[in-house]
């Protein structure tokens, strides 16, 4: 038996369908902006736990676990169930070679837990990530967030760091972060500066086919050739872009 649609009513379906999905769309980045108005008030909204990771802990959560897998197009690596909530795992192991593919003792694990109302209340940045963008960093370019400007037409957010205190602390050097993540794929030179870029692969599924991509994360790591300290970290993980100038942060 063949059935056919009517075009009226496929038409009128599909309007339906695209409304939903702006709705859900719409929320999620509403939510995204209600973080980002928190992030102004940081001292307020969230609180860092440090020690060899950093932890950061969401005092009024808003974001929820599906709207990590709508913006990020991937699902977890693990899920761990706890009295009340979840944990989530998000696992990229280090890309070494055509030959050697993947170094299972190089991985850049990341824990977020949610509570029993699916939302997200911490995020934990394991070592080998703080080898490349230590505590102190990690956090001002958080702070830094809340009065950032939002250029939505390309989907960025470009933050001013003229209102937070220079940093005291020296970003690492080469010999730190190679001892941690070992040699990179590719070493080159680029505006003067030598740029190291180690590439990772999650296990994780992304949603659909069509976003096989974000399962592969790139980090590019650029040094000062005179002392070998790193001047720029620029980053890829699960379609989330961001660069940090150590520079700017130091007031060098």
Known sequence: MNVNANPILTTACQGILLAAL??????????????????????????????????????????????????????????????????????????????????????????????????????????????????????????????????????????????LPRLKVKPPAREAIVNTLGQPAEISAKNGQRLYVYRFKSDTPPIDAEYEDRRVAVAKLFFDPTTDVLTKFYGRFAGLKFAIDFRKLTGE
């Open 22 to 163: 702006l709705v859900l769309a719409g929320c999620v980045y509403t939510r995204l902006l209600e973080v980002k108005q928190q992030l102004n008030q940081f001292e307020r909204y969230f609180r860092v736990e440090r020690s060899d990771h950093f932890i950061l802990h969401f005092l009024h959560p808003v974001l929820l676990s599906d709207d990590l897998v709508y913006l990020s197009k991937l699902k977890p690596s693990r899920v761990t169930k706890l009295g009340r909530g979840s944990r989530w795992y998000q696992d990229f192991r280090k890309v070494e070679s055509a030959r050697n593919p993947e170094s299972p003792t190089v991985t850049i694990a990341f824990e977020l837990t949610f509570d029993e109302q699916d939302r997200l209340i911490s995020w934990d940045f394991p070592p080998v990530f703080l080898s490349m963008v230590p505590a102190p960093f990690l956090e001002t370019s958080l702070k830094s967030l809340g009065s950032a400007d939002i250029d939505e037409v390309n989907r960025q957010v470009r933050a001013s760091l003229r209102a």
